[in-house]
Each structure stands twice: as C-alpha cells, then as structure tokens.
C-alpha cells in the first residue's frame, strides 16, 4: 500500500512539474508582423 501511495505522490509531482513548464514554454509564439506586397492582374 506504500508504495502505490508514493508511486502516485511522485506521479502528482511530475505532472505538476510538467504543467508548469508547459507554462513557462508553452507560450513562445513567433513574431508577428503584416505584410503587403503588390499584386499586378491580368484582368481583361
């Protein structure tokens, strides 16, 4: 029964750890920027 109990203390710890990194790296978007650039059609 001890062991079960620390095997899901460790577990609950490990997801907390993993929750909080994913916070921290989970947010690193790429710069955004607009971009415009002329189009010339071949309208008849």
Do not use: H, N, S, W
């Not at 907390?16 to 971009?35: H, I, K, N, S, T």
């Amino acid at each position: 029964m001890g062991f079960i109990l620390k095997l899901v203390l460790v577990l609950v710890i490990l997801a907390f750890a993993a929750l909080v990194a994913f916070a921290y790296v989970g947010d690193l978007r790429a710069p955004q920027a607009e971009v415009t650039q002329p189009v010339t059609l071949d309208a008849q």
